[in-house]
């Protein structure tokens, strides 16, 4: 197929498709913005327009499920009004556990396999919010919990509620105040849109048509894999696009700033450990704050797989993502652990992270030993993302979800390979 068949039979209307959702998600986070950020209105009615143009866009993308959206939140704050009212910190632990269990709950019993394979990552997004301001108020960052119309108005924002990110309470509440540089803004908004679409068009078209079906199995890995990363960025970026038309900022040093992913991290990685922090950067946020330092005191293993596991049950009851999140806790863990017992042996900047200026050892990371050796890691990383990411493909099984025995025969097909490397070097680590 020539570059001009491929425009004509998928570029095209890939992007058409595309921008048919992107602009009326857009259109919804402009009037919202001209409503609320234009003219001096009071700021309960801020949020009434806030909740008024969310639920619009979460009807477009989910019709009437949207209500089990509506449901979960409901009940999230009846929890928080429940166990803030007590002496005991303990609201986050609590709204973790009721809204895990109201997940659970409809993906099991009430809503079918498909529409809650559509909705699920809308309603994680809803469940990290209400679980955030949970722990905010343990840890006295909210002096009260916020009333109805604010604490609905942040769950339900239109820049946030289909494609994320997660954000802070407080940023939701400065939204008002971020009128200014709006020029940076829209330079900004202009990116993230052109950003979404070259990746739509890569996920969708260009891995297919770069490496073909009678490719090796390995090349087919790395396809159907990127495949799926590049669809990831899509939507991250689809995500920063939303929230900046809608005027979130984020920020702490420049003006008009949501940053959701970071690609170049991630397809030339130094490590593993990157990749999950550059992966979702918003989450990776939230699962260090609220899950990761609460259980670090229990040991790192026990901190970094018990983060992933909630992670796990946060996106549902999958087989295939538990099974690919479980498989990363282990493969980070096992490298940060490895890495940081050869740089302290070599004396040598060859750790998971990248070191500082003052880090201590002798050889830096310009010496060509190093450089090397840090490629060859950064090679292994890639190799992984191949292994694990092939889970993802396009088959009909992603319609409702993939099940345990699509998960099984893929990582067979590929002779479980970066599984056996990581346990040699699980065992290496052991050894040293």
Not at 123 to 142: H, N, P, T, W, Y
Not at 181 to 198: E, P
Not at 228 to 244: G, I, N, P
Request: net charge positive.
């Amino acid at each position: 197929m020539s570059l001009f068949q491929l425009y004509h039979s998928c570029i095209y209307p890939t992007i058409n498709d595309g921008l048919n959702h992107i602009f009326k998600a857009v259109a919804w986070c402009i009037i919202y913005r001209i409503t609320t950020q234009t003219v001096n209105i009071p700021k309960q009615l801020c949020h009434v327009v806030s909740i008024a143009c969310g639920s619009m866009v979460m009807y477009h993308f989910f019709g009437y499920y949207l209500f089990y959206m509506l449901a979960q939140g409901m009940i999230a704050y009846l929890s928080l009004v429940i166990s803030s009212s007590g002496s005991k910190n303990i609201s986050g632990w609590m709204c973790m556990f009721v809204c895990i269990t109201f997940l659970l709950l409809c993906e099991l019993f009430i809503v079918d396999a498909m529409h809650w394979h559509m909705i699920r990552a809308a309603q994680m997004l809803v469940a990290m919010r209400a679980i955030s301001i949970g722990f905010q108020l343990d840890e006295k960052i909210l002096a009260s919990l916020p009333k109805p119309l604010p604490y609905f108005g942040y769950l339900y924002n239109v820049g946030t509620v289909s494609f994320g990110p997660w954000i802070p309470f407080k940023d939701y509440m400065n939204i008002e105040g971020n009128n200014r540089s709006l020029l940076k803004c829209f330079i900004n908004i202009l990116r993230a849109f052109i950003l979404s679409l070259i990746f739509l068009t890569i996920s969708a078209c260009f891995t297919l048509w770069l490496i073909p079906s009678g490719s090796s199995k390995w090349l087919l890995a790395y396809r159907d894999a990127m495949s799926f990363r590049s669809s990831h960025y899509f939507v991250s970026y689809l995500s920063e696009l939303t929230a900046l038309a809608a005027g979130i900022d984020t920020s702490t040093t420049e003006r008009w700033t949501v940053t959701v992913t970071r690609p170049w991290h991630i397809e030339l990685p130094r490590s593993l450990v990157e990749v999950v922090i550059h992966w979702n950067v918003p989450m990776h946020t939230w699962l260090k704050t609220y899950v990761f330092r609460v259980a670090r005191p229990y040991g790192t293993f026990f901190a970094i797989i018990g983060t992933y596991g909630l992670s796990a049950l946060l996106h549902g009851l999958n087989f295939q993502l538990a099974a690919v999140l479980l498989s990363l806790g282990f493969y980070t863990y096992t490298e940060h652990a490895t890495r940081q017992k050869l740089a302290s042996i070599f004396s040598a900047c060859i750790q998971a992270r990248k070191c500082g200026s003052n880090c201590g050892h002798q050889w830096k990371e310009n010496h060509w030993a190093v450089r090397v050796c840090n490629f060859s890691f950064s090679l292994l990383a890639v190799f992984h993302l191949a292994y694990l990411g092939l889970m993802f493909d396009s088959s009909k099984l992603q319609e409702e979800g993939y099940n345990w025995l699509h998960a099984i025969k893929k990582w067979r097909w590929l002779n479980f390979s970066s599984h056996w490397i990581v346990l040699g070097t699980f065992g290496f680590n052991y050894l040293i």
